[in-house]
Nanobody, 121 residues
């Protein structure tokens, strides 16, 4: 009933920029906090950045001042602007959202399929 679709990943040189997007679709009543995570092989997913429906943001220390998360509530979409990319930013980036669907009394958590970001020269 709810889908999260990420896009914008790819290969970029160190120091370059990428913008990821994540769109939520389906039988949506309300979208709450949305979050970007990333994961490398053999490691747990780590939080990169989150944004509440009111616009409050939170960042991992490793990406502060380089990444910016923002959202378009009318489109139920979030973005992650990634600047000054480093090889250690290489990972699969996943979008996460807490969503209340029509007819539900609680929020449920949903995940996207992930998008690969590779930072290499």
């Amino acid at each position: 009933q709810v889908q999260l679709v990420e896009s914008g990943g790819g290969l970029v040189q160190p120091g370059g920029s990428l913008r990821l997007s994540c769109a939520v679709s389906g039988s949506i009543y309300r979208v709450g906090t949305m979050t970007w995570y990333r994961q490398t092989p053999g490691n747990q997913r780590e939080l990169v950045a989150s944004i509440t429906d009111g616009g409050t943001t939170n960042y991992a220390d490793s990406v502060k001042a380089r990444f910016t998360i923002f959202r378009d509530n009318a489109k139920n979409t979030i973005y992650l602007q990634m600047n000054s990319l480093k090889p250690e930013d290489t990972a699969v980036y996943f979008c996460n959202a807490v969503v209340k669907i029509h007819g539900a009394s609680v929020f449920y958590m949903y995940w996207g399929q992930g998008t690969q970001v590779t930072v290499s020269s």
